[in-house]
């Protein structure tokens, strides 16, 4: 970091003033060494399935952990959109592929942490008023994922969310 430096555009950058000219080298090296040898908490991996007939549906989590490092695995082909945000997944495919019956589908790994023996993992299903979505998670046994449940939602509810809620034990989702 030098004084007086400009960029390319006649904008002079911000020096570091009062720090010495590495003094930005040392404060990035002290926080690098305070990620690597930081104790993060353990987690879980759960793979999500997720196919639906319908135009659009979310999964969220709801409570039971918190949903970190989501991956995603696969998206059919017949997608029109799949997104992943902080504790929740959307998938979503043409409104005329929906009403024909087609299916859209895709698998995302995330890790669960904060998981306490006894709770119950509990997550929400929305999608839109045509076909069914089907939700399927797995646990990771021996670095296979197994089948913990599957729930299949084709049901109307009149609140305008269209949705419906279900939930695992933590001791069954987690298990090794």
Same mark, same amino acid.
């Given at each position: 970091?030098?004084?007086?430096?400009?960029?390319?555009?006649?904008?002079?950058?911000? /020096?570091?003033?009062?720090?010495?000219?590495?003094?930005?080298?040392?404060?990035?090296?002290?926080?690098?060494?305070?990620?690597?040898?930081?104790?993060?908490?353990?987690?879980t991996r759960v793979r999500i399935?997720?196919?639906?007939?319908?135009?659009?549906?979310?999964?969220?989590?709801?409570?039971?952990?918190?949903?970190?490092?989501? /991956?995603?695995?696969?998206? &059919?082909?017949?997608?029109?959109?799949?997104?992943?945000?902080?504790?929740?997944?959307?998938?979503?495919?043409?409104?005329?592929?929906? =009403?024909?019956?087609?299916?859209?589908?895709?698998?995302?790994?995330?890790?669960? &942490?904060?998981?306490?023996?006894?709770?119950?993992? =509990?997550?929400?299903? =929305?999608r839109g008023g045509i076909g069914?979505?089907?939700?399927?998670?797995?646990?990771?046994?021996s670095g296979t994922p197994v089948?913990?449940?599957?729930?299949?939602?084709?049901?109307?509810? /009149?609140?305008?969310?269209?949705?419906?809620?279900?939930?695992?034990?933590?001791? =069954?989702?987690?298990?090794?």
């Amino acid at each position: 970091a030098a004084t007086g430096v400009t960029d390319g555009f006649g904008l002079p950058y911000s /020096d570091y003033d009062p720090l010495p000219p590495d003094g930005y080298l040392r404060h990035t090296a002290a926080w690098t060494d305070r990620f690597l040898t930081t104790a993060w908490p353990g987690s879980t991996r759960v793979r999500i399935r997720i196919e639906t007939t319908s135009d659009w549906t979310t999964v969220r989590l709801r409570s039971g952990g918190r949903w970190l490092r989501p /991956d995603l695995v696969s998206v &059919s082909g017949t997608a029109a959109e799949a997104y992943l945000g902080d504790g929740h997944v959307g998938l979503n495919q043409p409104l005329a592929r929906a =009403e024909a019956g087609h299916s859209a589908a895709l698998v995302l790994d995330v890790h669960f &942490s904060d998981r306490l023996s006894g709770r119950t993992v =509990e997550f929400v299903i =929305e999608r839109g008023g045509i076909g069914q979505t089907m939700v399927e998670i797995s646990s990771f046994r021996s670095g296979t994922p197994v089948v913990v449940r599957t729930i299949r939602w084709d049901g109307w509810t /009149d609140d305008g969310r269209n949705a419906t809620a279900f939930g695992i034990p933590a001791r =069954e989702l987690f298990a090794k």
